[in-house]
């Protein structure tokens, strides 16, 4: 009786072992992140003296389109946020020109986080109030959160932000 308990666990136990799925599910490994990144070659944590080495200027190109940057630094003199925002465009471009750059960061934040945590979809613009924004993706997984929507700026003026901050 206890030989034949063994045989059965052991057949039991090599049949998971030559199982497909049980043998990709052991493998599959998660994509680790650097979640001392803000985006791109900017680091949290960098001084406002070096800052200026990792963007040269107001704008930096993220994916195929240019984006103003706004960092922010704590009192100790480290990076601790990074704003961005595309140029306004007038809502009769809304429904292209900016979900083109939504969906542009978007595929640049999914690279380098992974997956958003929360994802509302592009956001029915024509419902929003002046100075109002609508938060549509946002990654809280991680030592930082990353927040990309919609602004409406004013009664026929949008523009794309996202603010990328350590915890």
Known sequence: MRKLIILMLAGFLFACNNNPQVKEQQQVEQPSYDTN???GPI???ISPQEYPAKVPGTY???GSYRYELQP???KAGKLTVLRLRSLSESADRVQSKLFNQMQNLLSVLKTENGAPTEDAGFPDFKTMKNGSTAW???WENQPKTIHLGLERIASDEYRVICAIEKK
Do not use: I, K
């Open 60 to 62: 930096m190109q993220v």
């Open 136 to 138: 549509n993706y946002t």
């Open 37 to 39: 990144r803000a985006l």
């Open 43 to 45: 680091n949290f944590d």
């Open 72 to 74: 922010g630094f704590s």
